[in-house]
């Protein structure tokens, strides 16, 4: 028996709250592994180091953000001919584990356009 049907077997034992619990450790497993988010990189230096599609400039927050405000996959996809419906995928994922740091990124975009109207 391979491995990912052992945990199956064993997770199926484990009641709601251990469930929780294992689930918490993946996602911090998950997120302290650098290819975890396979065709997501950051680069220094390249869109201020932020989480973006692989080889493009294109920032995860920024997909995010057009999605809250109602902006389709199949929008996307039209207006940024490079991307997948995969890329979109990777990026709904790692928007999941990492709400915390696309919530702040778009934040910060928000108040540096603020910024640049008041100046």
């Known amino acids: 028996m391979n491995n990912l049907k052992e ?19 993946l996602i911090r497993d998950l997120q302290t592994q ?3 988010f396979p065709g997501i990189e950051m680069t220094p230096g390249v869109v201020g180091g932020a989480a973006c599609i692989r080889q493009t400039r294109i920032a995860v927050w920024m997909l995010e953000e057009a999605r809250r405000v109602g902006i389709s996959d199949a929008e996307l ?14 990026a709904w994922n790692y928007v999941r584990v990492h709400q915390a740091e696309i919530d702040e990124q778009i934040k910060l975009n928000e108040n ?3 910024e640049s109207q008041n100046a």
């Open 77 to 90: 996809l039209h207006n940024y001919p490079g991307l997948t419906a995969q890329d979109l995928a990777n």
């Open 112 to 114: 540096d356009d603020d």
């Open 34 to 36: 650098p290819d975890a």
């Open 7 to 25: 945990a199956e077997q064993a997770i199926a034992g484990l009641s709601p709250a251990e469930k929780a619990q294992l689930l918490e450790q």
